[in-house]
């Protein structure tokens, strides 16, 4: 966090693709990870674009009856406007068809030839149209193209190569050496077993008679360039190699490429032996995420399964979906997209947690003083607790910035959340007015204000229109919220005026399909609703603190007896871990006293005590039930009462 300079990268998209939430994902990241960056002070430089030359493209022009170029410009404008339309806030978008491009990678490809690092000889192998990559015999699998699975072409021709080959002794204790320049670490593993066969020299040339649609190579007007070979120079004609030597010299070596693990080797393999003989220095971090799934299997155009993110924007809005994507993916690994995990996580999370602690402190504010935040009085120890929960978020945030886990920044920013709700319930701002008690009411307006304005600079690089809208409530005009790296000092809340509010994220009501059960979601102001397809998705997901939450124990059943005017229920007396209970139980239809004393039972131990048919219980034992059949949950094998459970 602390670097000088911040360079990313996205992978430049295939412009012929429409783009799918793979393209969305990478490119918000991206976007999240320069806007920390900005926020922190560092001088930031964000470059994503599109890939435009090569077989597809010009087949798919063919039929169109266009050119390659007119088709191009036709198809890169999804990209453009779905960036727009996503607030992704790249500082330049490069298309490799610019000509300023092309000249860049062809003053490469000449001096590269001038040196010796490019020859000529004659190819035999196999190709894949569909990846448009070259293969050996044995690179195939069951001769197939091992990375898409389609069938080969066996080609033999004369063509121009890269002396890659020679580098592979350098380039594996390059890797060695610089733990963090393939990352996760494990990706760094796979790109070394890669590594540890023989590594041939590359082919970068493509005889025109099979594919014109490429950058003409400058030593012999016969071929093109080969697309993998032109689409990596993007990374440093991007900021000016051969074009600006200030910019060039300013941003590299990158700080991070981002990618997706299916291109990894061109990524670890030839673009780091491209660079060496080109004679420049390596990027500092190839950054490899997971792939975003479906029903956990692989998006694809035939199984019919890939999702357009205009779908989700328009269910819950930009921000939502990009917190969603933030939130839910851990960036190595692979994640499950389902929409009704995206509106489960956005009424948990956004509409109850962050909207709802909003509106309560915009609310009691407005009443309580008119609006004004007030100056806080003396802090207690309720204060303390929940600042250290939000400085712990604040430096889980940079933690995640710097170590590309945002998930878990985030996840600590929605704890701090989750402790800014408790504290106004533990400190009943509403009694204190009741009360009179004014010192103390100012300072739990004043904290928890305080809190939602720390609150909204770290979630601000993910939704930053929402977060702006939240400042703006605070008292802050759209812009001056201040940024992460400000928040180790004092902020300037008090004594601004707070507005009420309409709901930050309204509450969508997520309507079952008519064949399955209606699904618990409480009614709410303006709320929207949509309708969730009848797929077999887990109904609402919770995050492991959502679920650390809910004190589970074991507990033995002393004794129990009918509760008098009720046939369903059994007063118990339990011994819950070195304390007496009672709980009340809807059990008798299925167990008599008898049956039940004696047993080990599961209970939620920590919830709030309730009056059932007159009578107290302290808590609430757990059984499963199908139909009129129901079982108490027990535990297999015998431990003593109070045991946790989890
Ligand atoms: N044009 C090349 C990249 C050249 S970079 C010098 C290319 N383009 S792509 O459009 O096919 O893919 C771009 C990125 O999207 C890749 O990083 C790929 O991993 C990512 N994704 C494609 N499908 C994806 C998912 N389902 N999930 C996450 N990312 C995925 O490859």
């Excluded at 080969?226 to 120079?233: E, M, Q, S």
């Excluded at 985030?410 to 709700?421: E, F, M, P, Q, S």
């Excluded at 400000?486 to 309409?502: C, F, I, K, W």
Aim: some cysteine.
């Amino acid at each position: 966090m602390s670097q000088e300079k911040f360079y990313i990268t996205t992978p430049i998209y295939y412009v012929n693709d429409r783009p799918h939430i793979g393209h969305a994902y990478t490119t918000i990241l991206a976007d999240v990870l320069a806007r920390c960056h900005r926020s922190t002070g560092c001088d930031t430089f964000f470059l994503t674009g599109t890939d435009e030359h090569g077989q597809k493209v010009e087949k798919a022009a063919a039929k169109r009856g266009m050119t390659p170029l007119e088709h191009c410009d036709e198809t890169v404008v999804r990209f453009q406007e779905l960036w727009k339309k996503l607030g992704i806030t790249n500082d330049r978008f490069i298309r490799t068809t610019q000509e300023f491009h092309v000249r860049v990678v062809q003053e490469i490809l000449q001096e590269l030839y001038d040196r010796g690092e490019i020859y000529r000889a004659e190819y035999t192998g196999w190709y894949c149209v569909g990846d448009e990559r070259f293969f050996t015999e044995k690179d195939l699998v069951d001769g197939k193209c091992p990375e898409c699975g389609r069938e080969v072409t066996a080609i033999q021709e004369s063509n121009y190569f890269f002396r890659m080959g020679k580098y592979r002794d350098w380039l594996v204790d390059y890797i060695q050496t610089h733990p963090d320049f393939i990352q996760p670490a494990f990706r760094a593993n796979e790109t070394l077993g890669f590594l540890r066969q023989e590594l041939g020299d590359l082919c970068i040339s493509r005889p025109k008679s099979r594919l014109a649609w490429g950058i003409e190579l400058p030593f012999d007007t016969d071929y093109v360039c080969y697309v993998w070979f032109d689409a990596l120079i993007n990374y440093i004609s991007g900021v000016g190699y051969k074009t600006d030597d200030a910019a060039f010299r300013r941003w590299w070596p990158a700080s991070c490429h981002l990618i997706g693990k299916d291109i990894l080797t061109t990524h670890t393999v030839y673009w780091p032996t491209m660079l060496k003989a080109i004679g420049l220095p390596m990027p500092k971090t190839i950054f490899a995420h997971g792939w975003w799934l479906t029903g956990n299997t692989k998006m694809s155009k035939s199984l019919g399964n890939v999702v357009n993110p205009m779908d989700m924007i328009e269910r819950a809005g930009v921000d939502a979906f990009r917190y969603f994507l933030l939130a839910e993916m851990s960036p190595g690994n692979d994640a499950n997209f389902s929409e009704a995990a995206f509106l489960a996580r956005y009424n948990t999370d956004l509409a109850n947690d962050l909207g709802n602690l909003l509106s309560r402190v915009s609310k009691l504010t407005v009443r309580a003083t008119g609006g004004r935040i007030p100056a806080p009085g003396a802090p207690t120890e309720a204060e303390a607790e929940l600042n250290a929960e939000v400085d712990s978020a604040v430096a889980a945030m940079k933690r995640g910035i710097a170590d590309m886990k945002l998930d878990q920044g985030i996840g600590a920013v929605l704890n701090a959340v989750r402790a800014g709700n408790r504290y106004l319930e533990k400190c009943a701002p509403w009694t204190l007015a009741k009360q009179g008690n004014t010192e103390r009411l100012h300072t739990v307006l004043f904290t928890a204000a305080e809190a939602l304005r720390r609150i909204a600079v770290l979630l601000a690089p993910v939704m930053p229109e929402k977060m702006a809208r939240l400042g703006e409530v605070l008292g802050y005009a759209c812009g001056t919220l201040g940024s992460i790296g400000d928040l180790d000092r004092p902020g300037d809340l008090a004594g601004r005026t707070m507005s009420e509010t309409e709901p930050l994220f309204p509450r969508i009501l997520v309507e079952s399909a008519p064949d399955q059960p209606a699904r618990p979601v409480k009614p709410a102001k303006a709320a929207q609703t949509v309708q969730v397809s009848n797929r077999p998705e887990p109904a609402e997901l919770i995050t492991i603190s959502d679920f650390s939450r809910v004190q589970l124990r074991t507990a033995r059943v002393l004794e129990a007896m009918p509760v008098p005017d009720s046939a369903k229920l059994l007063r118990l007396r339990i011994d819950a871990g070195g304390e007496e209970r009672q709980l009340v139980a809807g059990v008798a239809r299925h167990y008599t006293p008898q049956a039940i004393t004696g047993k080990t039972i599961i209970i939620v131990a920590n919830l709030k005590p309730a009056r059932i048919c007159g009578v107290e219980s302290q808590g609430m034992l757990l059984a499963a039930r199908v139909g009129d059949e129901l079982r108490l949950l027990t535990i297999d094998g015998d431990l003593p009462p109070g045991a946790v459970v989890g």
